[in-house]
């Protein structure tokens, strides 16, 4: 290429950005269950509807694939995955009840100055709960959740427990299933308890904190099972 031919590029969407778009608004539309669980994703009609030729469909739907949201057909494209079970959630609970509040110790135990600003960071990106219930509204509640819990097993420094919690994109399966509940001022409190124990160093106060708050998290999604 020119280096002439460049600022004429430079108007259209990157291949990136596109990418990037499309998989959002898939990620959305499976979310919101515009397409619903068990059902097909047909990768012509999703073109057609967002008016994108197939190949960052192919891409966007290879990325939902590795977080659980769609699964491959042999031979015949993608399906929406099913919403979790009683089971697989009663599952995932009992994995991050395993890896988080011994966490949440030796974060406490290893706190600093920076790892505490960062934590203080974290929980002022989400100040208050909202009050929609839309998947917009509780999209970025859910992001922060992430990021706050993925925040304190970094601080605690075993690289392969933070690893195994990222891959079950619990945050993401458990949103599908809840993220218009009213639970956003309990899980915005609980955090802050597990924060303010882990700045001062008290291990087994941010350890108690986190299992009370997983407990209490797992119960919440649980009682929309009955
Ligand atoms: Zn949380």
Known sequence: MTETARPRMAVRPSRQVLAD???EQLRALIMNHGIEPGERANIDEIARELDVSGTPVRE???RLESEGL?????LRGYR????????????I???RLLLEPPSAARAAAAMSPPFASALEEELATCPSAPTGASYDAYKALTAHDARLHELILRIAGNVSVEQAFVRTHCH???FRLSYNQPFGEQTIAEHR?????LVVGKAAAARDAMTHHLETARDRILSRFV
């Open 60 to 62: 966007a739907l290879a």
């Open 93 to 95: 609970y009992g994995l």
């Open 193 to 197: 308890a597990l924060v303010e124990a």
């Open 70 to 74: 769609v699964s491959r057909l042999p």
């Open 172 to 174: 993401l399966h458990f």
């Open 80 to 91: 929406v995955t099913e919403l979790l079970t009683r089971k697989e959630v009663e599952d």
């Open 21 to 23: 778009g499309v998989y």
